[in-house]
């Protein structure tokens, strides 16, 4: 793999949405050697732990825990030194638990890195809006009014103030949050779906080339990998069309 497809796959993460670690076992051998990250969420991280995490790690993946803590701020920073002390790459809070509350996840990072100087810092990042939630939803179950994207860009703006390395956005909200908060703040975009290739429930979707070019760091890609027929060859298509837009 020359070094700009290294580049791009670095920036690729892949999610494990399996019920088991044997289900998502078959895929991490089939993708072994490439450099990319996992995504470990809810449904597969309450039933294989931290086991699978660090066999994960084992394999040479960098790992995305995504949990999107929500909690007291004395709670999450808690899980945030649990998480650290695992390894992982990346990990996330809901920016809608507030300042006090991302300030308290980065302080719990802060602590786990220093009682173990061998653990590597991960990002932290904040979940904006999930791309499930409509504007009606927005407004009248949450009780936040005015347009979803003024709210993503306002939260980005506050994780980013309480010390959090970026947030996940759809990639149609990654220009206003660079534009908001910086070229360095870092967007983590889902909702990519490579040309010709199935929506399914996403709605605001870009293809992978188009989600780099429009400046994101990220991508998180599920089901056109996780379903393919061939998933390395579906991987590598993705990476090979982001690789134009990466220049690192
Ligand atoms: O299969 P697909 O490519 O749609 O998977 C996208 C992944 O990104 C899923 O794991 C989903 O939970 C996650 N995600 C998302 N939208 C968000 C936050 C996370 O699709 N706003």
């Given amino acids: 793999m020359n070094q ?4 791009a796959a670095r920036r690729l ?13 078959q895929l991490i051998t089939q993708l072994e050697g490439i450099p990319c990250y996992m995504k470990v969420g809810m449904q597969l991280f309450y039933t294989a732990g931290p086991d699978f995490i660090r066999e994960l790690k084992s394999r040479g993946y960098s790992v995305f ?9 004395n709670t999450v ?7 650290t002390r695992l390894g992982v790459d990346m990990f996330n809070v809901h920016a809608a ?19 173990d100087s061998s653990l590597q810092r991960p990002l932290l990042i ?15 179950d949450i009780g ?9 860009v306002r939260y980005a703006q506050m994780a980013r103030e309480s010390g959090l390395d970026g947030v996940v956005s759809s990639p149609l909200e990654g220009p206003a949050i660079k534009q908001m908060c910086g070229h360095s703040f870092i967007t983590v975009t889902p909702g990519v779906r490579p040309a010709g290739s199935d929506a399914g429930d996403q709605s605001r979707i870009m293809t992978p080339g188009q989600a780099m070019a429009a ?27 982001m690789s134009v837009h990466v220049n690192d």
């Avoid at 009014?145 to 709210?151: I, W």
């Fill in 4 to 7: 700009a497809l290294h580049s």
């Fill in 97 to 115: 638990g507030g300042r006090q509350m991302m300030a308290a996840a980065a302080a719990g990072m802060e602590q786990a890195l220093q009682e």
């Fill in 65 to 73: 825990l995504d949990l999107k803590m929500h909690d007291i701020p």
């Fill in 77 to 83: 920073k808690g899980g945030a030194h649990s998480i």
């Fill in 126 to 140: 904040a979940v904006t809006q999930l791309t499930s939630t409509s504007q009606e939803t927005m407004n009248q």
């Fill in 215 to 241: 400046g994101n760091d990220y991508l998180v890609v599920g089901r056109p990998i996780t379903g393919a027929k061939d998933p390395r060859q579906s991987a590598e298509q993705i990476i090979e069309e």
């Fill in 13 to 25: 993460i892949i999610a494990l949405d399996y019920p088991n670690a044997a289900e998502a076992g």
């Fill in 144 to 152: 936040i009014p005015g347009k979803v994207e003024d709210t993503v």
